[in-house]
């Protein structure tokens, strides 16, 4: 294996936040993986580097997993089993999969990061989540490099958690994910207005599952900027899920307060509206800012360190709870 000592990481993390890891390795297959697990257990696991704000050096080996390969496990007459590998690019995956007219992830298109990460998220986007086409998943144990295969209900998929989130947390290295995808009939998901709004300005009434997926790119292209361009991770901040009698009293007065229903006892509020009508959507603070087009979005715009963004979330999180009485939380991981 090639250790590297004293690595840059800026390249590695789409904040593009400068940190330095003490030790960094990058792993291509399974043995490379379990060589190194068997010679070191205090690590930082690094895959797509999308989810994460860098806030400081990492004293410890970073393992790079780049794992590559796509597969089919099995099909049946309208369904396909297909095992991605964790270092495949998410999007360059769904790509593959509408190259192939399997259907189910269209909506997560642009999503940045690797097919590994997005179990751990259960990340979502336009009315689709990860549970929604999860079929299983293989895990290495960092502890005794034991492979476990993890169906559906063992990951405990809530809104962006996972039991890779809570109880198995730094346990488990995601190897490969199987996705369980339509190869006809496909059930498309146009209902979120945007994409109502996209097809009908292309004059597209019966939407293909690549229409779909090339609605959600022009419409995230609009409102997200490129983290090759200008460092971000996404969606910085979870849409909170509130009880209906917080709600009712925020909206007394904020009566244009939107909500979601999500159940009989709880409502789901817009963060990014939230933090819009607060007056931070473009507001910048050095080099750290929020997206002038998407409220969700902080940013950095050359030199922001990680710490200069935690900051700045925190003020945001405050001045929202001081003002509607409403917590929200960081969804990206803070390192």
């Known amino acids: 294996m090639n250790i590297q000592s004293d690595f840059s990481l800026k390249?590695?993390?789409?904040?593009?936040?400068?940190?330095?890891?003490?030790?960094?390795?990058?792993?291509q297959n399974i043995k490379e993986l379990i060589d190194v697990l068997k010679l070191n257990k205090d690590i930082f696991v690094?895959?797509?580097?999308?989810?994460?704000?860098?806030?400081?050096?990492?004293?410890?080996?970073?393992?790079?997993?780049d794992l590559k390969g796509i597969s089919i496990v099995k099909e049946s007459e309208d369904y396909v089993w297909i095992k991605a590998n964790a270092g495949e690019n998410w999007h360059e995956f769904i790509l593959w999969?509408?190259?192939?007219?399997?259907?189910?992830?269209?909506?997560?298109?642009?999503?940045p990061g690797n097919v590994g990460t997005t179990?751990?998220?259960?990340?979502?986007?336009?009315?689709?989540?990860?549970?929604?086409?999860?079929?299983?998943?293989?895990?290495i144990s960092i502890n005794n490099q034991s492979i476990t295969t993890f169906e559906k209900e063992d990951c405990n998929f809530g809104y962006r958690e996972s039991v890779f989130k809570n109880e198995l947390k730094n346990q488990y290295i995601i190897t490969s994910v199987v996705f369980k995808l339509t190869k006809?009939?496909?059930?498309?998901?146009?209902?979120?207005?945007?994409?109502?709004?996209?097809?009908?300005?292309?004059n597209i009434t019966n939407p293909s599952i690549k229409d779909i997926s090339n609605a959600v790119i022009a419409i995230r292209k609009s409102k997200l900027p490129d983290p090759k361009v200008l460092g971000n991770s996404g969606s910085f901040f979870k849409?909170?899920?509130?009880?209906?009698e917080t709600?009712?009293?925020?909206?007394?007065?904020?009566?244009?307060?939107?909500?979601?229903?999500?159940?009989?006892?709880?409502?789901?509020v817009p963060a990014g509206w939230l933090i819009e009508q607060a007056g931070f959507k473009g507001k910048r603070f050095g080099d750290a800012g929020i997206h002038e087009k998407q409220a969700l979005?902080?940013?950095?715009y050359g030199n922001a360190t990680g710490q200069e963004i935690v900051e700045l979330s925190k003020h945001i999180q405050k001045t929202i709870l001081d003002k509607y009485g409403i917590a929200i939380e960081a969804e990206v991981n803070i390192i």
């Open 11 to 27: 390249t590695y993390n789409t904040f593009g936040i400068e940190a330095k890891a003490k030790e960094f390795t990058s792993v």
């Open 46 to 65: 690094l895959g797509g580097g999308s989810n994460m704000l860098l806030t400081q050096n990492i004293n410890k080996l970073v393992v790079h997993v």
């Open 97 to 111: 999969c509408i190259e192939h007219n399997y259907g189910g992830i269209e909506n997560l298109s642009l999503i």
């Open 119 to 139: 179990p751990i998220q259960n990340i979502g986007a336009y009315g689709v989540e990860i549970k929604d086409v999860f079929s299983s998943c293989e895990a």
């Open 184 to 202: 006809k009939n496909h059930k498309t998901n146009s209902s979120y207005g945007a994409i109502e709004a996209e097809l009908a300005q292309n």
């Open 239 to 244: 849409n909170p899920i509130v009880p209906i």
């Open 247 to 268: 709600y009712k009293k925020a909206v007394l007065q904020y009566p244009e307060m939107p909500h979601y229903v999500v159940s009989n006892t709880e409502v789901k």
């Open 297 to 300: 979005v902080l940013v950095n």
